[in-house]
């Protein structure tokens, strides 16, 4: 079967049988679990499963899935929304903000990630490819370096032009090199564009002479950025991403899986953070704030129940992020625990005013609920912010505010 993509979104759509074939739906499932035992990527239900908690793309042999987050809009543009929010918060080492901003469109995720990184790839590799000195042993016939006597005695006892030595020569086949060539061999194949082919097929030309190696954890944590590579960073932290994520197996041909996914909740954690800090200025904003204590213990005198809210601004509002639906069914749908907890912030932050629950708007307009503190002036409030473009957040947001 050619390649196809199929579009979902997280929490939203599901993928069953009808969708792509048995032996494809098994594929899928045995890569989640391989590459992402300890987190909720799927949730299963009989022959269908759909993506939770996460948002990006899977390359998983002849299918591509492309996870997107669900915010009511066109599927371009939720994805639009999706690239702004990765590039905004440095989720992803390599930027293409500002091709976002610009109006430059994107056929599919898998085609601006690669875009991006092998246009900084290139543009590094023009610069010069990096080299070091590495160390390389070999029986010449005149003496290079070091002789490694040991050696040189039991291959050349009888061989008098020979000398086995051991010499550093400055070259480019280091770890890398070799980094950077295992991550273009593995997207190689899931390349349709010829403009990205072409691209990728000048990095390697850079890199002919460097081996092709198959890299584990260890050998990744072998290679080490400083101030002679440090051009190089946002590209090796790129093809590590590649690397670490895929998966090469067997199927008739060797093919190869591998994906970029993100997680929801913390992506729109940090895109709010972002915001925030432009509408309210940096020193205003305390993230993850860990220094309340809702009880104190009589008998030790100890605190006890650390307070964690996402933000604390200017000492006077306490905001809580929720990547969900603020509303179900023409309602407003909320989490019980979710006001206890923002009930507790709000008794233990003296100063503070104002509890804010924040989602993204995903639903048409609704009236959404403030509550009063009883006998007090404070409030618990429900609030939405649009999240297809970083201008809107940030109007969102002053608004909320101010």
């Given at each position: 079967?050619?390649?196809?993509t199929?579009i979902v ?11 792509i074939?048995p032996?494809q ?15 909720d990527v799927l ?9 939770i908690?996460?948002?990006g793309?899977?390359?998983?042999s002849?299918?591509r ?9 066109s ?8 690239l702004?929010m990765?590039s905004?918060?440095n989720?992803?080492?390599?930027s293409?903000?500002?091709?976002v901003?610009n ?18 790839l290139?543009n ?9 000195y ?6 010449l016939y ?10 040189h005695?039991?291959?050349n006892?009888?061989i008098?032009t020979?000398a ?22 593995i997207?190689?194949k ?19 002479n460097?081996?092709l190696?198959?890299f ?11 101030r002679?590579?440090?051009r190089f ?6 093809a ?21 996914l993100f997680?929801?909740?913390l992506l ?10 432009n509408?309210?200025?940096?020193d ?10 809702l009880l104190?213990?009589?008998k030790?005198g100890?605190?006890?129940?650390l307070?964690?809210?996402d ?6 509002i306490?905001?809580d992020?929720k990547?969900?639906s603020a509303?179900?069914q023409g309602?407003s ?7 206890y907890?923002?009930?507790a912030?709000?008794t233990a932050y003296k ?7 924040l989602y993204?708007k ?6 959404l ?11 618990i409030?429900m ?16 608004e909320i505010?101010f």
């Amino acid at each position: 079967m050619s390649k196809e993509t199929i579009i979902v979104r997280e929490s939203y759509d599901w993928i069953s049988e009808e969708d792509i074939t048995p032996v494809q739906y098994e594929e899928l499932i045995r890569y989640i679990e391989e590459k992402y035992p300890n987190d909720d990527v799927l949730d299963l239900k009989y022959k269908r499963c759909r993506f939770i908690n996460f948002v990006g793309v899977i390359q998983c042999s002849d299918v591509r899935y492309e996870i997107l987050p669900k915010i009511n809009l066109s599927k371009e543009d939720e994805r639009k929304a999706l690239l702004t929010m990765l590039s905004v918060t440095n989720f992803l080492p390599i930027s293409f903000y500002e091709k976002v901003k610009n109006g430059s469109e994107f056929s599919d995720l898998l085609s601006a990630f690669l875009t991006a990184f092998l246009e900084r790839l290139l543009n590094e590799l023009k610069k010069g490819v990096y080299k070091t000195y590495e160390t390389h042993t070999d029986n010449l016939y005149v003496l290079k370096g070091k002789l490694q006597l040991k050696e040189h005695i039991g291959r050349n006892a009888f061989i008098k032009t020979r000398a086995y030595c051991s010499f550093d020569e400055h070259s480019e086949n280091n770890l890398l090199n070799q980094l950077f060539k295992a991550a273009l061999m593995i997207i190689r194949k899931n390349i349709n564009m010829q403009s990205l082919k072409l691209q990728l097929e000048r990095c390697l030309g850079y890199l002919e002479n460097v081996d092709l190696i198959r890299f584990d954890s260890a050998t990744i944590n072998q290679i080490k950025l400083d101030r002679q590579n440090e051009r190089f960073r946002d590209a090796a932290l790129f093809a590590k991403l590649i690397i670490e994520h895929a998966s090469i197996y067997s199927r008739g041909q060797r093919s190869s899986s591998f994906s970029f996914l993100f997680p929801m909740n913390l992506l729109f954690e940090k895109y709010i953070e972002v915001a925030l800090i432009n509408v309210v200025g940096f020193d205003r904003v305390i993230s993850q704030h860990a220094e309340k204590r809702l009880l104190r213990n009589k008998k030790s005198g100890k605190r006890n129940i650390l307070l964690k809210p996402d933000f604390v601004i200017n000492e006077e509002i306490i905001l809580d992020t929720k990547w969900k639906s603020a509303v179900y069914q023409g309602r407003s749908n909320y989490n019980q625990a979710d006001i206890y907890q923002m009930y507790a912030y709000v008794t233990a932050y003296k100063q503070a005013t104002r509890c804010i629950l924040l989602y993204p708007k995903q639903e048409a307009e609704q009236e959404l609920p403030i509550w009063e503190v009883v006998d007090t002036d404070k409030t618990i409030e429900m609030h939405t912010v649009r999240i297809d473009n970083f201008e809107r957040t940030i109007e969102d947001l002053r608004e909320i505010l101010f």
